[in-house]
């Protein structure tokens, strides 16, 4: 049976809770980026603008996409 496994680089020295405008949210679930209506607000707009796809808006919201 083939288990399937993925690795994620850690980059030293990377701040992951940088936030920019194009990068609203960080991948720390407990910084308020995830509660800021702003940064929500965005993240749907660029969802329903068929900028990005539902998975795309998953790795966005939990700071996964450089």
């Known amino acids: 049976m083939d288990d399937e496994y993925y690795v994620y680089p ?3 020295g990377t701040d992951y809770r940088e936030h920019t405008p194009d990068r609203p949210f960080c991948g720390d679930d407990e910084c308020p980026c995830h509660e800021d209506e702003e940064n929500l607000e965005l993240l749907n707009e660029w969802y329903q603008g068929g900028l990005i796809g539902s ?12």
Do not use: F, S
């Not at 998975?55 to 450089?66: A, E, M, Q, S």
């Open 55 to 66: 998975v795309d808006g998953d790795n966005i919201y939990h700071g996964r996409v450089i």
């Open 10 to 12: 850690v980059l030293p």
